[in-house]
Structure formats: structure tokens, C-alpha cells
């Protein structure tokens, strides 16, 4: 097999990118992962731990993880950081009232030692 087989090969493979969705609860992050699916949005249930949904886009593997958002969950989240390549901080902007605590939630998760 020659050197230009192998590059050739290596651009087919699919690049994976790991993409986490996070934000309080009822912030609309697994409506939003169902809507670029494809798939139903009429009935959602809150998450319970997590979900992954992969998605072909172009050349690229999206690993979507939509991570639930309830307190009792959210000292859970930086076990999902590593081998992570983005996050998707999710607000519901309709819900003025818990705009405060979504700052202050993504405040506390920008602090966090990810190395």
C-alpha cells in the first residue's frame, strides 16, 4: 500500500467530535438535540443522567450528550469533560426568573480544574 492509499484513506475517516449539552434543567437541551435529530419534540421528558445521540454531519461524527441539568446532577458534569472537544451551555431565556442562577451555574463550571 502506497503512501498516497494511506492519506487517502485517512481523509475518509470520519472525524468524532464530542459535543456535551449542558444548562439547568428545563433549559430545552434534549429538545434541542431531538430537533436536529429529526425526531419528535411534542413529548420530552426531563433526563435523567444522560443520553448520547450520534449524528453524521459532512465528514464529522457528532457525539452529542445531552447531560441533565437538575442540581442533584450538576456536581456529576466534569466527569463528562474529559476527551471532550466542545460544550453547549444551554439558557432558556423565557424563564427570567432562573436567568440569575444559570449565570451563576456557568460562573461555577468555568472555575472548574479540567486538567
Do not use: H
Request: one cysteine or more; proline letters at 1%.
Amino acid at each position: 500500500m502506497g503512501l498516497y492509499t494511506i492519506i487517502k484513506k485517512q481523509r475518509r475517516k470520519e472525524k468524532e467530535i464530542r459535543i456535551l449539552m449542558l444548562g439547568l434543567d428545563n433549559a430545552g437541551k434534549s429538545t434541542i438535540v431531538k430537533k436536529i435529530s429529526g425526531e419528535d419534540v411534542t413529548t420530552i421528558s426531563p433526563t435523567v443522567g444522560f443520553n448520547i445521540k450520534t449524528l453524521i454531519w459532512g465528514c464529522y461524527k457528532l457525539n452529542i450528550w445531552d447531560i441533565g441539568g437538575q442540581k442533584v446532577l450538576r456536581g456529576y458534569w466534569r466527569n463528562y469533560f474529559e476527551f471532550t472537544d466542545a460544550i453547549v451551555w444551554t439558557v432558556d431565556l423565557s424563564d427570567r426568573m432562573r436567568v440569575k442562577e444559570c449565570c451563576q451555574v456557568l460562573k461555577i463550571l468555568l472555575k472548574e480544574d479540567v486538567c
